[in-house]
């Protein structure tokens, strides 16, 4: 008899039961909103900005539909786009520049829904709408910045090992040192041949110049890892965007790709793409006579007058304009408290800048060092302790007038790095939500045309088992949308494309099963009995089939990128989901339909043409 045992009928309840539950809330769809966060952790969220952004959008006569805390966001409903743009403006205006005002799109689905995380899929730049940035990285900007850094070791080295030299001069990606004698010239190629291994070191003996260049291995490896700390960086700072899983990777040698989904704002997506930030290690000029005169508005040659945050509010401070470190020598920055239990930030630093600090500070005894802190192109001095003795092993600490979240900020900012390159947008795109609506509708209606046809093709060639291949069918596309929404995956308009070939391929393993339970019906064999073998024979061809379409599909997730991968990943879950379905779901069904009959004469599985003898 073909009947199921309780615990195969309990496995397909409950994965329906999960399946309608994280399918349901990618058919609400979104509603307009507007996002606000703060720039800075010290700069709260909280009720208090609430209010605020409700009297300011009051005051413009206009009505959200609704506006919550979420972490560290505000977020606000709104009934349709045009209301969404007019109350980002007048929230901008009411805010100022120390939050982030982004545009969004927000889930409608019901609370219960969110409850249980039940969450729609995120969708693509093609189906959402969005901006889309191609970023050039300035390859000789990285060098020229290498270089500069070569020079300063260079500089380093020599006086350690108390070679006497007369300048250091850059020349294109040259270094070029003047020496004294050939004496010098010897001693100063030796130290820097065995210190800096990455340089090609030459000499011209008659005019006792010493000379070093990069490797081209060196250059290529320059190049390469600006690439990789700018993709970095910036993954780091849009997440401040509050967008929904951007597109951030590398196209070419030199150029990357962003995309930012939902964000219509292009100005302040460039804003937080552009945003750098670092440290800078400098020494204060303590001379109350050129402070005066750069109070004044005399800054002397080699100077900068900056700002400073203390505990009695923002002041002057003048430093030297010579870097001594910068926050390329930074491992990692964790925010803590002093020795006194007052708010710091603690700074591992690499062998380098632990080398480059212990110098420093052997050096400068009892003087001032300013930590300064720049972003988008402003410097401000965090701090400017005095040099109490040697500092070694690489940890600094930095304290001053602030408190937790400014500890936090800083912290932050400097783990996230600085850009290693500047970059050129040479391509700038908005996908509008209109052609995102449209495409999600196209490819809706390709999807669900796509079905019917499928399932009155086999409800006409197939009966009653047509019926039951169509119910299994729908119940493949309810379990590959749920595990996308589990997975919170990307869908883009390949994703879809990938649907439909799923569709097409979920049927193709219920006709192996009906074309095989017919040909056991030709051949003579009861109903039951032709069921039961009509399963069991088509299995091992659907699992080959699929298992060798699986592979193409790993394959293409493996090596592909972007929307290939987007394909790669609804592909495979598909073919995992058809499987479950087209033998599982559709097994149970017949089971069900034809398993409580003990005589059955025959089936309704479409015309069943017998051999003539």
């Known amino acids: 008899m073909n009947r199921y045992p309780l615990w195969k009928y309990l496995v397909i309840a409950v994965a329906l039961i999960i399946a309608t539950i994280y399918t349901l809330p990618n058919f609400y769809g979104e509603t307009p909103a507007v996002q606000v966060s703060s720039t800075r952790q010290s700069i709260p969220v909280d009720t208090a900005l609430m209010g605020r952004v409700e009297e300011a959008l009051k005051t413009q006569n206009i009505s959200p539909d609704g506006l919550y805390l979420d972490g560290s966001s505000l977020k606000i409903r709104f009934k349709d786009a045009d209301t969404q743009i007019k109350a980002r403006d007048a929230i901008q205006r009411a805010l100022g520049d120390n939050y ?26 093609d189906l959402r709408g969005g901006v889309h ?37 850059r020349n294109g990606n040259v270094l070029e040192v003047q020496l004294r004698d050939a004496d010098t010239l010897k001693a100063a190629q030796n ?59 590398q196209a070419g040698p030199n150029r990357i790709v962003v995309e930012l989904p939902g964000i219509q704002d292009t100005a302040r997506a460039k804003d937080i793409i552009g945003r750098t930030a670092t440290l800078e290690v400098r020494m204060v000029e303590d001379d109350q006579g050129k402070v005066s005169d750069a109070l004044a508005g005399n800054i002397p040659a080699g ?4 700002d400073e945050a203390t505990a009695r509010g923002d002041s002057k401070i003048l430093v030297k304009k010579d870097v001594e ?28 800048g632990a080398s480059i600090f212990r110098q420093v500070t052997a050096e400068n005894i009892g003087k001032r060092m300013a930590m300064i802190l720049v972003e988008k192109g402003r410097a401000e001095v965090v701090t400017a302790p005095v040099i109490r003795s040697e500092i070694g092993g690489g940890r600094v600490q930095i304290s001053g007038s602030m408190n937790p979240a400014e500890a936090n900020d800083t912290a932050l900012l400097l783990r996230a790095g600085s850009l290693a390159a500047p970059m ?3 391509e700038e795109r908005t996908v509008g939500p209109s052609l995102g609506k449209e495409n999600i509708e196209k490819g809706f209606h390709s999807t669900l045309w796509g079905f019917a046809a499928i399932a009155v093709f086999m409800v006409i060639y197939y009966g009653v088992f047509g019926v039951f291949s169509a119910l299994s069918l729908a119940v493949n596309v309810f379990l590959l949308l749920a595990i996308l929404s589990i997975l919170q995956a990307t869908l883009t308009l390949p994703g879809i494309a990938a649907i439909a070939l799923a569709l097409g391929m979920a049927i193709d393993a219920n006709v192996l099963i009906n074309e095989r339970i017919r040909e056991e019906l030709r051949n003579g064999v009861p109903p039951h009995s ?44 598909g073919i995992l989901t058809s499987m479950f379905s087209a033998v599982l779901v559709s097994r149970g069904l017949v089971n069900l339909w034809y398993g409580r009959r003990r005589k059955l004469t025959s089936l309704a599985i479409g015309q069943v043409w017998k051999p003539e003898k």
């Open 530 to 573: 032709a069921i039961q073998a009509g399963y069991s024979h088509a299995w091992a061809t659907i699992l080959d089939s699929n298992v060798t379409t699986l592979i193409a599909g790993l394959a293409l997730l493996i090596f592909g990128t972007g929307p290939v991968r987007g394909f790669a990943v609804v592909h495979c879950i």
């Open 100 to 125: 982030i005002i982004a545009l969004n799109l927000l889930p409608a689905s019901p609370q219960w829904l969110a409850d249980l995380k039940a969450y729609p899929m995120f969708l693509g730049l």
């Open 325 to 352: 470190l910068t926050g390329d020598n930074i491992n990692d920055a964790q925010a803590g408290f002093d020795e006194n239990g007052a708010p710091a930030v603690h700074i591992n630093l690499d062998s380098t």
């Open 191 to 249: 130290v820097v041949s065995r210190t800096l291994p990455t340089l090609v070191v030459s000499s011209d003996d008659s005019a006792y110049k010493l000379t070093a260049t990069l490797k081209p291995e060196e250059v290529t490896k320059i190049q390469g890892d600006a690439v990789k700390q700018n993709i970095s960086t910036l993954h780091n700072r849009v997440n401040e965007l509050g967008t929904s899983e951007p597109i951030i990777q």
């Open 133 to 169: 940035f191609l970023l050039q990285v300035d390859m000789q900007a990285a060098i020229d910045k290498t270089m500069e850094r070569y020079a300063g070791d260079i500089r380093r080295e020599l006086k350690n090992k108390q070679v006497r030299y007369g300048s250091i001069k």
């Open 424 to 426: 050129n947008i040479i």
């Open 303 to 306: 100077y900068d007058l900056l």
